[in-house]
């Protein structure tokens, strides 16, 4: 579950028979729960100007790690909540700190079609070229729809320029949940994804789905990601605005439960007979997708937003 969440010590309850003068007396005695405030709050990871910074509540520290040593560890969560009882919390906020883009050594890869409306929209911009039955048929196959969507060097952070092809005519942003995932195939945590598409050089033909997606500016992912063993809610919403001259042009929502894929079904197929020595990011696919009249254009600012993760703030450069 994203968000805040407690962690108790679970109630019990127990008797105690006792006999006295032939009378039967029951004692029963309630173990109360007991809450950590610390493990109450969520662990986010942030890759910063100054360093790998943890924010935990309101209290931000500093770890002289970097992110490729963290992600190397399948017990990231517990690492960083131990380390941050031995640290002293920063004086500032970690957006004072200059936010950057939160990933090392690692590949970016993505699924598609792992909602409906993604399928629809696929078999609508690609039927010409006779591809529409390819996305109908992968969004019911057992095996999903992953391709490679770049390295560190294609993506952008928090603020940072996305980028539309010049040779597309019809660009959109897709606004997914990305997936951290450690060199041994384990979820470490969760932030915001944005695969960047170009849909008309898809949509002529599925062959040319890498250019359609691998550019200079074409992902971004943060601004920070929310470290947890445990799985989002079905009921985590995204939400992606997109304002032209401050005046929005475009707002859309989905929620997970409209995801037909499972999160760990994705990563084993990702994971397999592939290596990733420094982990990867995965997104996992959207269901939020502009009508057909909408392109994207220079200086448009996206905003995506995940119930429990944050907002990620992008301008088209």
């Known amino acids: 579950m994203l968000g805040n969440s407690s962690v108790t010590m679970v109630g019990c309850e127990f008797s105690v028979m006792r006999c006295h003068s032939g009378t039967l007396i029951r004692k029963k005695t309630r173990i109360t729960r007991v809450e950590s405030?610390?493990?109450?709050?969520?662990?986010?990871?942030?890759?910063?100007?100054?360093?790998?910074?943890?924010?935990?509540?309101?209290?931000?520290?500093?770890?002289?790690?970097?992110?490729?040593?963290?992600?190397?560890?399948?017990?990231?969560?517990?690492?960083?909540?131990?380390?941050?009882r031995k640290e002293s919390a920063l004086n500032k906020r970690v957006k004072e700190f200059g936010i950057l883009a939160p990933i090392g050594a690692q590949e970016v890869w993505a699924a598609g079609v792992t909602y409906y409306r993604s399928r629809d929209a696929r078999m609508e911009e690609s039927k010409t070229a006779g591809g529409g039955d390819f996305y109908d048929r992968v969004y019911t196959a057992e095996r999903p729809e992953l391709f490679f969507k770049g390295t560190a060097s294609r993506v952008v952070g928090q603020g940072g320029k996305v980028g539309i092809r010049s040779d597309a005519k019809w660009?959109?942003?897709?606004?997914?949940?990305?997936?951290?995932?450690?060199?041994?195939?384990?979820?470490?945590?969760?932030?915001?994804?944005?695969?960047?598409?170009?849909?008309?050089?898809?949509?002529?033909?599925?062959?040319?789905?890498?250019?359609?997606?691998?550019?200079?500016?074409?992902?971004?992912?943060?601004?920070?990601?929310?470290?947890s063993s445990e799985s989002p809610l079905p009921s985590t919403e995204i939400r992606l605005e997109i304002l032209r001259?401050?005046?929005?042009?475009?707002?859309?929502?989905?929620?997970?439960?409209?995801?037909?894929?499972?999160?760990?079904?994705?990563?084993?197929?990702?994971?397999?007979?592939?290596?990733?020595?420094?982990?990867?990011?995965?997104?996992?696919?959207?269901?939020?997708?502009?009508?057909?009249?909408?392109?994207?254009?220079?200086?448009?600012?996206?905003?995506?937003?995940?119930?429990?993760?944050?907002t990620l703030v992008n301008v088209v450069g």
């Open 37 to 84: 405030p610390l493990m109450s709050e969520r662990v986010l990871l942030y890759r910063t100007e100054s360093g790998c910074i943890v924010e935990c509540g309101e209290k931000c520290y500093l770890l002289e790690s970097t992110l490729d040593e963290l992600v190397a560890r399948d017990d990231l969560e517990e690492h960083l909540r131990e380390r941050i």
């Open 171 to 227: 660009s959109v942003p897709e606004p997914e949940l990305a997936l951290l995932i450690s060199p041994t195939g384990k979820i470490l945590g969760y932030t915001i994804g944005n695969d960047m598409s170009s849909r008309d050089i898809e949509g002529e033909n599925p062959l040319y789905l890498p250019q359609a997606k691998v550019y200079t500016g074409s992902c971004a992912l943060g601004p920070g990601v929310v470290i």
């Open 245 to 310: 001259g401050r005046a929005q042009v475009y707002s859309g929502s989905t929620r997970l439960s409209a995801m037909k894929r499972h999160l760990s079904s994705l990563v084993e197929y990702l994971y397999r007979d592939n290596v990733f020595p420094s982990g990867a990011f995965l997104l996992t696919g959207t269901g939020i997708i502009p009508p057909d009249s909408f392109t994207l254009a220079h200086g448009d600012e996206i905003r995506i937003s995940i119930s429990g993760v944050g």
